[in-house]
């Protein structure tokens, strides 16, 4: 269990035409819990493009992720997604010392529970064809599952809070950013395709006591160096894959890069089943 401390930011109305008035969250940082005042706004335009998160304390965290260790956890379910795809978990702000953030998320004003509604609303048109496709609930329930990725993760993303927008925000569309950001995210570091290219496959499922169709851990963390450069933190239920962990920092608002990895593997023999989908 993590202990945390919490920094208050004052409120701030971000009026829109026809939108209610927001107030700002409580957003988790490591350090001494304080009152601030924080400035109207930064518009993202305005923002240096050369910051990298978690390497300066006096940056707008409207410009910068504030929580800046980023986890983006794909998982393959052999029941669920594309064939030839992992799908999301979601990606996770973790402060810039590793540790995680609070279950409850960072801004109760913005819990949404209508995900699903606020998506099919929003001015992407395929997002919620993508989100059913590559982020589906392996629960049955996508609107829970997408609630709560977002209640947990997406509101302590700091540089989607609607004070970011200034005058130009419109309601809600942090929350569509915030998961088409990740679906692109997803597609740029497949780690599907860059398994397949170390010629690592899904093989037929397991039969017997000792499954003889195994890889093992250091081939899939050479896979995923020979694609980006770094390894991936692997997940599995006993001998069984359940998610590959990419670790990232960010340059200026929003450009993600992936680093070495902060947590822990929990494969040795690894079981990566075909999909029966």
Same mark, same amino acid.
Request: charged share 20%; proline share 8%; net charge neutral.
């Given at each position: 269990?993590?202990?945390?401390?919490?920094?208050?930011?004052?409120?701030?109305?971000?009026?829109?035409?026809?939108?209610?008035?927001?107030?700002?969250?409580?957003?988790?940082?490591?350090?001494?819990?304080?009152?601030?005042?924080?400035?109207?706004?930064?518009?993202? %335009?305005?923002?240096?493009?050369?910051?990298?998160?978690?390497?300066?304390?006096?940056?707008?965290?409207?410009?910068?992720?504030?929580?800046?260790?980023?986890?983006?956890?794909?998982?393959?379910?052999?029941? @669920? %997604?594309?064939?030839?795809?992992?799908?999301?978990?979601?990606?996770?702000?973790?402060?810039?010392?590793?540790?995680?953030?609070? %279950?409850?998320?960072?801004?109760?004003?913005?819990?949404?529970?209508?995900?699903?509604?606020?998506?099919?609303?929003?001015?992407?048109?395929?997002?919620?064809?993508?989100?059913?496709?590559?982020?589906?609930?392996?629960?049955?329930?996508?609107?829970?599952?997408?609630?709560?990725? @977002?209640?947990?993760?997406?509101?302590?993303?700091?540089?989607?809070?609607?004070?970011?927008?200034?005058?130009?925000?419109?309601?809600?569309?942090?929350?569509?950013?915030?998961? &088409?950001?990740?679906?692109?995210?997803?597609?740029?570091?497949?780690?599907?395709?860059?398994?397949?290219?170390?010629?690592?496959?899904?093989?037929?499922?397991?039969?017997? &006591?000792?499954?003889?169709?195994?890889?093992?851990?250091?081939?899939?963390?050479?896979?995923? &160096?020979?694609?980006?450069?770094?390894?991936?933190?692997?997940?599995?239920?006993?001998?069984?894959?359940?998610e590959v962990w990419l670790w990232f920092q960010v340059r200026g608002r929003d450009t993600y890069y992936p680093v070495e990895?902060?947590g822990q593997d929990t494969c040795q023999r690894i079981s990566y089943q075909r999909k029966s989908t």
């Amino acid at each position: 269990m993590h202990l945390f401390t919490t920094l208050s930011f004052a409120a701030v109305l971000c009026t829109v035409l026809g939108a209610p008035s927001i107030r700002s969250p409580t957003l988790v940082v490591q350090g001494n819990t304080a009152d601030i005042e924080l400035p109207p706004h930064t518009m993202p %335009g305005t923002c240096p493009i050369d910051t990298i998160s978690c390497q300066r304390k006096d940056v707008d965290p409207c410009c910068s992720p504030q929580n800046g260790l980023l986890v983006l956890a794909q998982q393959w379910d052999t029941r @669920w %997604g594309p064939s030839d795809e992992f799908t999301v978990h979601g990606l996770w702000p973790d402060t810039c010392q590793g540790k995680q953030l609070p %279950g409850g998320g960072c801004d109760r004003d913005r819990a949404y529970s209508n995900i699903t509604d606020i998506l099919a609303s929003s001015n992407d048109p395929d997002i919620i064809s993508d989100m059913n496709s590559l982020w589906p609930s392996n629960k049955g329930d996508n609107n829970w599952f997408w609630s709560h990725e @977002w209640v947990k993760h997406g509101t302590c993303v700091t540089t989607l809070h609607p004070r970011c927008y200034a005058n130009s925000y419109v309601p809600y569309q942090e929350v569509t950013e915030y998961f &088409r950001s990740i679906l692109d995210l997803r597609a740029k570091y497949n780690v599907y395709a860059a398994l397949n290219a170390s010629g690592i496959v899904p093989t037929e499922p397991e039969s017997g &006591r000792r499954p003889k169709n195994t890889y093992t851990l250091a081939q899939f963390k050479q896979a995923i &160096r020979d694609a980006w450069g770094v390894e991936p933190n692997v997940k599995c239920r006993g001998r069984q894959l359940q998610e590959v962990w990419l670790w990232f920092q960010v340059r200026g608002r929003d450009t993600y890069y992936p680093v070495e990895p902060w947590g822990q593997d929990t494969c040795q023999r690894i079981s990566y089943q075909r999909k029966s989908t």
